[in-house]
């Protein structure tokens, strides 16, 4: 079977149920989150996202495609905590 990469290592293709393709779960200007950490709450950001998803995650949506660029912020670690505490699957398009 085919397989696609998420944020924490590959899924097959049959258990992606139900797929957003164009999601952000979070969104910054790049470098901001590292460089100024006190301008961006991490922990509050990553338990909103996950309440966030674990809602979704119980009206059937099973994978989400982040499509977030590493200009506007994308956090793979914040993904990776994201997607093991929700449930959802996390494609990060734009590489690990």
């Known amino acids: 079977m085919a397989t696609i990469e998420t944020v924490l290592g590959p899924v097959d293709s049959d258990d992606m149920g139900f797929t957003l393709p164009h999601e952000h779960v979070m969104e910054t200007s790049g470098g901001i989150p590292h460089t100024y950490p006190d301008l961006v709450d991490t922990e509050e950001v990553a338990g909103r996202a ?6 979704v995650r119980g009206q059937g949506v099973v994978t989400i495609v982040d499509l977030t660029t590493f200009d506007i912020g994308r956090d793979v670690k914040l993904l990776q905590r994201v ?3 929700s ?4 494609a990060c398009s734009t590489g690990t």
């Open 83 to 85: 997607s093991r505490e």
């Open 50 to 55: 996950v309440a966030a998803l674990k809602r």
């Open 87 to 90: 449930g959802v699957n996390i």
